[in-house]
């Protein structure tokens, strides 16, 4: 029998991604959570859960670098990392909620996932441009997001492919 060199996880992702990658990475997801957290007001009502986020951040990671090397590509395109965070953040759920808060708060972390895709869509940025009207349709279509994300099967590719399909949206419009 051979006997193989096994990689312990940090050498894996050391090999895959530097240490610049991995910190701004992380910082940039742990900065949209915590964005998220204040603007939704959820002090008290839930809490995030570091070491559920750490697991979720190394998931990510490691999905990453598994299509890196599968594709033979230096880097992933930003759609594709927040396709695979929002994914992450639907398993792992490092929004927890705090005993007797309001049922509201039950699909938090599909919420979450939501706010990254639209973000990562440039849906959330004030200096987005809508069609004059379609503001009614535009709100069905992101309830329809939601409802995906809560029960729907939310794999990163088919949120990729949602991505994919708002950018192509805005170009065909030119409303990007």
Same mark, same amino acid.
């Given at each position: 029998m051979d006997t193989k060199e096994f990689k312990s996880l940090k050498e894996e992702l050391n090999s895959a991604f530097s240490d610049e990658y991995i910190f701004n990475v992380g910082l940039l997801i742990h900065?949209?959570?915590?964005? @998220?957290?204040?603007?939704?007001?959820?002090e008290g009502k839930v809490y995030f859960d570091e070491t559920i986020f750490e697991n979720c951040f190394i998931d990510i990671l490691v999905d990453i670098a598994r299509l890196k090397y @599968?594709?033979? $590509?230096?880097?992933?395109?930003?759609?594709?990392?927040m396709a695979y965070t929002a994914s992450w953040c639907l398993k792992?759920?490092? @929004?927890?909620? $705090?005993?007797?808060?309001?049922k509201d708060y039950i699909y938090i972390n599909e919420q979450f996932a939501l706010s990254l895709l639209l973000q990562a869509a440039g849906c959330m940025d004030e200096?987005?441009?809508?069609?004059k009207g379609n503001e009614e349709i535009i709100i069905k279509n992101i309830s329809q997001i939601f409802y995906h994300l809560k029960y729907r099967n939310?794999?990163?590719?088919?949120?990729?492919?949602?991505?994919?399909g708002i950018e192509n949206g805005k170009s065909m419009y030119d409303i990007a």
């Open positions: 900065s949209l959570a915590e964005k @998220f957290y204040e603007e939704k007001q959820l @599968f594709h033979d $590509i230096s880097l992933v395109n930003y759609i594709k990392l792992r759920k490092p @929004f927890q909620l $705090i005993e007797g808060c309001n200096c987005t441009k809508y069609a939310t794999n990163p590719q088919t949120l990729e492919l949602l991505l994919v």
